[in-house]
């Protein structure tokens, strides 16, 4: 019998198997000797030990699509990442770190930005306009009024997605408006340092029957720092793409847009068509890059 793994608890694996339901199961011994982990999303095939009660042992795991470390699942077809556009404020050298992290892993990502509601229509267009040269779609959306649900829930049919971002933006409440049974617990907002307290404690995944039987998303434990690896600082300007076309106006080969002399980027930049923020955070990203490398 084959199904996707949920979630993962102490050594018990959910799986889920369409048409069916959710069995309990343990691991074989293979995968310990073999020192396999079964990972959310892995597709498996699975033994029944005892329908009544739905307990089965996963038996064998199907080769993986993908597999991301943080947040540690498998087989995704893209990422949402949500963040707030206000309370809390976003953390953008925060999100351009996740999507540089993406785009290592070749991970469609879309953006959402949560709590349209609570924001001024300013904040709105200096976000949009800070990704709209990036190439990633950008969202707007409220858990509250139900605004952009409709474009989340597009965006979400058919795939099987991850939703990612940092505690208190949000991302359980949008579980719950698609999946109600999800009863997923929300956080609030720490009054004294204006961040979320952590609600989601493991990774899982969760079917959207009304998407489709192709639809699942992933809810998975906010994140407040994110560290870059297996990337050095030389290699970063690729992962920018807003810096792409303009690379070709550099006076020289291998410029990384920082001191030299008539740079195609620093041009885009001072002509207003690649984001301030975004090259900002370029160079802290770059310079934290070459310091990990130099020591």
């Known amino acids: ?19 069916m339901g959710v069995y309990e199961c343990k691991a074989k011994g293979v ?24 307990i089965g042992n996963v ?12 947040p540690a699942v498998a087989n995704i077809d893209q990422a949402l990442v949500i963040f707030a556009v206000t309370d809390p404020l976003p953390n953008l050298n925060l999100l351009d ?18 709590k349209r509601d609570l924001a001024e229509e300013t904040q709105l267009i200096e976000l949009e306009a800070c990704y709209a040269t990036c190439g990633y779609p950008v969202i707007f959306s409220s858990n509250s009024t139900l605004d952009g649900m409709d474009q989340v829930k597009k965006v979400l049919t058919g795939k099987t997605t991850v939703l990612a971002g940092p505690s208190g933006v949000g991302k359980s409440s ?12 929300v956080g609030e907002i720490s009054e004294k340092i204006r961040r979320g307290k952590h609600t989601t404690r493991h990774s899982e995944l969760f079917y959207i029957e009304e998407l489709g039987e192709d639809t699942y998303v992933f809810d998975t434990p906010g994140f407040t720092s994110l560290y870059l690896t297996e990337l050095e600082a030389e290699e970063l300007r690729d992962y920018f793409v807003e810096f792409q076309e303009h690379t070709k106006a550099c006076q020289f080969k291998g410029c990384v847009h920082l001191r030299e002399p008539n ?12 984001s ?20």
């Open 1 to 19: 019998m084959e199904g996707k793994i949920e979630k993962g608890i102490a050594g018990f694996y959910y799986v889920h198997v369409p048409q």
């Open 276 to 295: 301030q923020s975004r090259y900002e955070n370029y160079c802290a990203l770059y310079w934290e890059l070459y310091g990990k490398k130099k020591y």
């Open 174 to 185: 949008l579980l719950n408006q698609l999946n109600p049974e999800a009863k997923m617990e």
């Open 97 to 114: 770190r996740f999507l540089i992290t993406m785009e290592q892993q070749n991970v469609d990502t879309i953006i959402c930005f949560n």
């Open 31 to 54: 995968f310990r000797n073999q020192n396999i982990k079964p990972l959310v999303g892995d597709n498996v095939e699975i033994e029944v030990l005892d329908q009544k009660n739905w």
């Open 263 to 274: 740079c195609g980027v620093k041009k885009a930049l001072e002509e207003k068509k690649i």
């Open 59 to 70: 038996i064998s795991l199907y080769p993986r699509k993908n597999t991301l470390i943080r």
